[in-house]
């Protein structure tokens, strides 16, 4: 059975990596005006050339293939994030919402998001066992230290002077 062309070490290797340059190089030629206005040939001939630059090297033409999933991945949980926190801080003219239940929404939000990605990823166990079982004690006296050093320090900062 023929292999799909989309999955083909030759696509993926050589032409997403080609086509992503290229189009990336044309858009900021295009939107900096690097090379003056109304050339948009010569814009294309230097992201032409940049891309094939690329795929004529391997080290570089590799970092770029590796780093693509994680930019995927990256993007889409950025995504789903700025979503959900526009739905708690939305502008609307009825908005009930105080700027502090803003904050706690958009905290939840946040910790809702990683504990989601942890138990995906399968990661849930190893953070586990990192912070109640193995090194938790270390952890969570450093973490009480902080939080401690921090208190006094904007006791003392917003701390009323005495004459």
Known sequence: MPEPFLI???FLNYVLP??????????VLQKTKLLGD??????????????LFLIAFPGPRGI????????AVALVILLVF????????SK???????????????????????????VITGYINAVNDFLFNVGGGQ???NLLLVIVIVGAIIAVVRGEKSD
């Open 64 to 71: 770029i293939v590796l780093m693509m999933p994680f930019l």
């Open 8 to 10: 083909s070490p030759y």
């Open 82 to 89: 700025m979503l959900l926190y526009g739905f708690i801080v």
């Open 38 to 51: 109304e050339v948009k040939q010569i814009n294309a001939i230097m992201g032409l050339v940049i891309g």
């Open 92 to 118: 609307k003219d009825g908005d009930v919402l105080g700027k502090w239940w803003k904050v706690a929404f958009g905290a939840l939000l946040t910790i809702g998001l990683i504990s989601f990605l942890l």
């Open 139 to 141: 952890v969570w006296i």
């Open 18 to 27: 080609f086509v992503l340059v290229f189009t990336v190089v044309f858009a």
